[in-house]
Structure formats: C-alpha cells, structure tokens
Nanobody, 119 residues
C-alpha cells in the first residue's frame, strides 16, 4: 500500500504561481501512472495532468502551457508547477497513482491540498 501526501497549496493572486508536491510513503518507480486531479466546490473531480513511469505527460486543455507535471523517482515525489494561475484553478488538488501487480490493479489517492486563486 502506498500513502500519498500533498503539500504546497495555499492562497495566491491571479497570475501567480504555486508548486504542489506529493510525497509517497514508498518508492514510486513501479507506479505506472501518476496524476493530479482537482475538484472545485460543487463540481466533479477532474483530471489536470498525468505522467507515466516513462515520463510521458498529458494535460487538460484548460491548463496546457501553464502547468507542468513532473516526478522525481529518487525522492519518491510527484510535482505540479502551476503558473499564470486563474480564479478558475481554485479547488482541492489531489495526487493519484495506479499500478498493476500480477492480475491486481491498485489505486492510491492523497488527502488533497487546497488551492485558492483570488481574482
């Protein structure tokens, strides 16, 4: 079982930047996919960005060119660099990981970190 813990959220003005971190309790080398999701008040959780074990990345259209996802396997940490923040980026950001062992799939979620962008 892998525990994920996010940090780095906070209050920032529109146009500002934040860097989110997600620390894993064990090695993330074997975690095939890692991602950041977010959930705004009254909205469904949505995918923000993904990164594979081979460091292939993908982004939601709404954050392309502004957010960068990265992973540091040596530090067992996932990152999300968020630049040019907008009010609509406000929400709780969750770290996610999934992997397969044999025939069994596993999913891991963090507890979330609040990001608030003031307009």
């Amino acid at each position: 079982q892998v525990e994920l813990m996010e940090s780095g959220g906070g209050l920032v003005q529109a146009g500002g930047s934040l860097r989110l971190s997600c620390a894993a309790s064990t090695s993330i080398v074997r975690i095939n996919h890692m991602a950041w999701y977010r959930q705004a008040p009254g909205s469904q959780r949505e995918l923000v960005a993904t990164i594979t074990s081979g460091e292939r990345t993908n982004y939601a259209d709404s954050v392309k060119g502004r957010f960068t996802i990265s992973r540091d396997n040596a530090q067992n940490t996932l990152y999300l660099q968020m630049n040019s923040l907008k009010h609509e980026d406000t929400g709780v950001y969750y770290c996610y990981g999934d992997t397969v062992s044999g025939d069994v799939g596993y999913e891991f979620w963090g507890q979330g970190t609040q990001v608030t962008v003031s307009s």
